[in-house]
C-alpha cells in the first residue's frame, strides 16, 4: 500500500536560512508526488509536483524539491527562510486512482 | 479560473439540524472530492465523485451524505451530526490524476 512519511512533526528556522522539509514514500512505483501549504484558517496551496520528467521540481514562492528514485524521497527546499513562510507543510502521493495520500504534516516557524 | 468554491465557510450547527454544505469548479474536473480535517492534521478523504458518480466512499457514516447534481458541483448534507464531527470539511476537485486543487473550506462546528 502507498504511504508518505514526513520526518519532523516541526521546523523552526531563522529567517534568511535554508529550508529543509524530508518527505519518504513507500511504493513499489514512482508516484505523483506533492507538496502543499495550509496557512491558518485556511484550505491547501500547490506548492509543486512531481509527475514525469526533470526529477528537479521548481515551486511558487521559491520552494523547490527533488524526486530521488534511489532514496524514494521528495525532500522540499527554499535557500532563505521568509517570515511569511510559517505555515503547516504536507507531502502526499497519488497513482492517478483518484486518492491523495496525505503525510502527517510538518509545522514550520520563522524566528525574526 | 482555478478556483473551488466552498460555502459556507464557517457554519454551526445543533446535533439535531440538517445542514448542507456546497463546492463548486468550472475547470471541467471530472473528479470531485471531500475531505475531513481535524486541527493539527492531514486531511483525510471521505468521499470521492467520478464523472458525477459515487466511486470512493470511505467508510465515512451515515450521518454525512454527499450528492453531486451536475459536473460542476458537489454537496454534502449533514445530519444528526455529533460534536467530535466538528472540523475543517475541504473539497477538490481534479483530472484523472495528478492535478488536485481545493477550496479553502468550510469550518464547521458541532453544538
Known amino acids: 500500500a502507498q504511504s508518505v512519511t514526513q520526518l519532523g512533526s516541526h521546523v523552526s528556522v531563522s529567517e534568511g536560512a535554508l529550508v529543509l522539509l524530508r518527505c519518504n514514500y513507500s511504493s513499489s512505483v514512482p508516484p505523483y508526488l506533492f507538496w502543499y501549504v495550509q496557512y491558518p484558517n485556511q484550505g491547501l496551496q500547490l506548492l509543486l509536483k512531481?509527475?514525469?520528467?526533470?526529477?528537479l521540481v521548481k515551486g511558487i514562492n521559491g520552494f523547490e524539491a527533488e524526486f530521488k528514485k534511489s532514496e524514494t524521497s521528495f525532500h522540499l527546499t527554499k535557500p532563505s527562510a521568509h517570515m511569511s513562510d510559517a505555515a503547516e507543510y504536507f507531502c502526499?502521493?497519488?497513482?492517478?486512482?483518484?486518492?491523495?495520500?496525505f503525510g502527517a504534516g510538518t509545522t514550520v516557524t520563522v524566528r525574526a | 479560473d482555478t478556483e473551488v468554491t466552498q460555502t459556507p465557510k464557517h457554519l454551526v450547527m445543533g446535533m439535531t439540524n440538517k445542514k448542507s454544505l456546497k463546492c463548486e469548479q468550472h475547470m471541467g474536473h471530472r473528479a470531485m472530492y471531500w475531505y475531513k480535517q481535524k486541527a493539527k492534521k492531514p486531511p483525510e478523504l471521505m468521499f470521492v465523485y467520478s464523472y458525477e458518480k459515487l466511486s470512493i466512499n470511505e467508510s465515512v457514516p451515515s450521518r454525512f451524505s454527499p450528492e453531486c447534481p451536475n459536473s460542476s458541483l458537489l454537496n454534502l448534507h449533514l445530519h444528526a451530526l455529533q460534536p467530535e464531527d466538528s472540523a475543517l470539511y475541504l473539497c477538490?476537485?481534479?483530472?484523472?490524476?495528478?492535478?488536485?486543487?481545493f477550496g479553502s473550506g468550510t469550518r464547521l462546528t458541532v453544538v
Open positions: 512531481y509527475t514525469t520528467g526533470a526529477t
Open positions: 477538490a476537485s481534479s483530472r484523472a490524476g495528478p492535478e488536485y486543487f
Open positions: 502526499a502521493v497519488s497513482f492517478n486512482d483518484y486518492k491523495l495520500s
